[in-house]
């Protein structure tokens, strides 16, 4: 494995990170090219990932032996604005440049395809979940902003956000609220509160968000991807509500760029895909 130093940095008003692990690790690559819509989660010891662009590949990733396996394919081809969010034993999928909705069982490693979103999603679709529901970003260049019931298997639209949602858009969920980038090269950034069905805007990103942008929460903070084939992550502080500039990605990020947090025990990784056309996977250490 190849492991990437630290690269600090910091822009006028945002804070530097304190001395800490902050290293990127090269992985086993993905066993194909990862492209526009390719995403990510995680359950267990496993991470899970769509290669996106136009392929129906799906693969399941070993944290503890470094390895992938391919597993039961979707039912279509996933593409721009797929995502991906778990919730016990399913994970449950955005095909992304349709109305296409699926149910993957980990358990019995099948797909089964769920109510259809009230409309397509395209670029800047995204996908979180909390308790029995699931929540995602139609994008393409809209406000439009839905919740997915699990038991009912019904869609519902709720308070749209206040600027159009576009690539590079990305959603992750803590506790009562959701954070949200909005894309299309923008650094708004947004929480979302879902007792009161509200957006509040929070401190902007460092800079603007677009292809591959994306999210992912541990603890206080959320993680994110510039994207736009560049390089910057950057930590966002939940309680300060600020940024702070973090160790530079190994190559700049593009479509298809993806990351997820590991949900085993005091696990302190965060796992990441770059897109771009490539099979670039890497763990980054907290």
Same mark, same amino acid.
């Not at 109305?99 to 979103?117: D, E, G």
């Not at 909390?130 to 139609?138: H, I, P, S």
């Not at 942008?213 to 300060?240: E, H, K, M, Q, T």
């Given at each position: 494995?190849?492991?990437?130093?630290?690269?600090?940095?910091?822009?006028?008003?945002?804070?530097?990170?304190?001395?800490?692990?902050?290293?990127?690790?090269?992985?086993?690559?993905?066993?194909?090219?990862?492209?526009?819509?390719?995403?990510?989660?995680?359950?267990?010891?496993?991470?899970?990932?769509?290669?996106?662009?136009?392929?129906?590949?799906?693969?399941?990733?070993?944290?503890?032996?470094?390895?992938?396996?391919?597993?039961?394919?979707?039912?279509?081809?996933?593409?721009?604005?797929?995502?991906?969010?778990?919730?016990?034993?399913?994970?449950?999928?955005?095909?992304?440049?349709?109305?296409?909705?699926?149910?993957?069982?980990?358990?019995?490693?099948?797909?089964?395809?769920?109510?259809?979103?009230?409309?397509?999603?395209?670029? %800047? =679709?995204?996908?979180? /979940?909390?308790?029995?529901? +699931? $929540? #995602? @970003?139609? !994008?393409?260049?809209?406000?439009? &902003? *839905?919740?997915?019931?699990?038991?009912?298997?019904?869609?519902?639209?709720?308070?749209?956000?206040?600027?159009?949602?576009?690539?590079?858009?990305?959603?992750?969920?803590?506790?009562?609220?959701?954070?949200?980038?909005?894309?299309?090269?923008?650094?708004?950034?947004?929480?979302?509160?879902?007792?009161?069905?509200?957006?509040?805007?929070?401190?902007?990103?460092?800079?603007?968000?677009?292809? %591959? =942008?994306?999210?992912? /929460?541990?603890?206080?903070? +959320? $993680? #994110? @991807?510039? !994207?736009?084939?560049?390089?910057? &992550? *950057?930590?966002?502080?939940?309680?300060?509500?600020?940024?702070?500039?973090?160790?530079?990605?190994?190559?700049?990020?593009?479509?298809?760029?993806?990351?997820?947090?590991?949900?085993?025990?005091?696990?302190?990784?965060?796992?990441?895909?770059?897109?771009?056309?490539?099979?670039?996977?890497?763990?980054?250490?907290?």
């Amino acid at each position: 494995m190849i492991i990437w130093p630290a690269i600090f940095g910091a822009r006028a008003g945002v804070a530097a990170p304190a001395p800490g692990s902050n290293t990127w690790t090269a992985m086993a690559p993905a066993p194909g090219i990862v492209g526009w819509g390719g995403a990510l989660t995680s359950v267990g010891d496993f991470i899970y990932a769509l290669a996106g662009g136009g392929t129906n590949h799906f693969w399941r990733y070993n944290a503890l032996t470094n390895a992938w396996v391919a597993m039961a394919a979707a039912p279509g081809g996933v593409s721009i604005g797929s995502a991906l969010t778990p919730v016990g034993d399913f994970i449950y999928a955005l095909a992304g440049n349709s109305n296409i909705f699926w149910r993957y069982s980990i358990p019995a490693n099948t797909w089964t395809t769920m109510a259809a979103t009230p409309a397509a999603v395209a670029h %800047g =679709g995204a996908l979180t /979940s909390v308790g029995d529901f +699931a $929540y #995602a @970003f139609r !994008g393409n260049l809209t406000t439009t &902003f *839905w919740r997915y019931s699990i038991p009912a298997n019904t869609w519902t639209t709720m308070a749209a956000t206040t600027r159009s949602i576009h690539a590079g858009a990305a959603l992750t969920s803590v506790g009562d609220f959701i954070y949200a980038f909005a894309g299309g090269g923008t650094n708004h950034f947004w929480r979302y509160s879902i007792p009161a069905n509200t957006w509040t805007d929070m401190a902007m990103a460092p800079s603007g968000v677009f292809y %591959g =942008g994306a999210l992912a /929460s541990v603890g206080d903070f +959320a $993680y #994110a @991807f510039r !994207g736009g084939r560049d390089n910057p &992550f *950057w930590r966002y502080n939940i309680p300060a509500n600020t940024w702070a500039v973090m160790a530079v990605a190994p190559a700049g990020v593009e479509g298809g760029g993806a990351l997820t947090h590991s949900r085993r025990i005091n696990d302190p990784f965060i796992y990441a895909f770059r897109g771009d056309n490539t099979t670039d996977f890497w763990r980054y250490n907290i």
